[in-house]
């Protein structure tokens, strides 16, 4: 699969990084696109730089290129998955506010139905992130709040990031076997 996974300025960027790591080693393409505020936010949480993230995808685009590949229906990526996705970012793409790269490339994919994952990780939320989310919902958007369950009893802070990969992989229709599954 060609998969495209867009970083935005919410806080976690761990998910993505472990996202990007768990599809390159399942073989996967991963396309990689990151806003300013994104940057700023992998810098301080992960200490990672552009050449960092660079070496860890197939492709890293300048979010301003708006004639990138990913901007363009041609372009045959399988899915976007945008994580963390930041209120500004989905209120973006709820009114397809395509001003940049990410938008653009997940506005693209609305139009072409290839399946789009949003994982917001603000809280709380007022009534217009929940209206702008419900609106994406509706447009067949998959949206998984970073809320990691504990029903695996997770030891560490990567069992449940793993959880949450895991659950994006699942909506991939990917099994990473990255977390003990529910076994009643």
Known sequence: MRIVV???GASGSIYALRLIEVLRKMGHEVHGVVTDSGWQVLAYECNLTREDLSARVDV????????AAIASGSFKADA???LPCSMK???SIAHSLSDNLLTRAADVMLKESRPLILVPRETPM???HLENLLKLAQLGVKIMPAAPGFYH???TIDDLVDMLVGKI???LGLDAHLYARWQG
């Open 126 to 128: 007022h009534a217009i």
């Open 60 to 67: 890293l685009y300048d979010n301003a290129n708006i004639g």
């Open 6 to 8: 867009g970083i935005t």
């Open 169 to 171: 992989c699942d909506q």
């Open 89 to 91: 970012t989905a209120a």
């Open 80 to 82: 976007m998955v945008v």
């Open 153 to 155: 009893r997770p030891k």
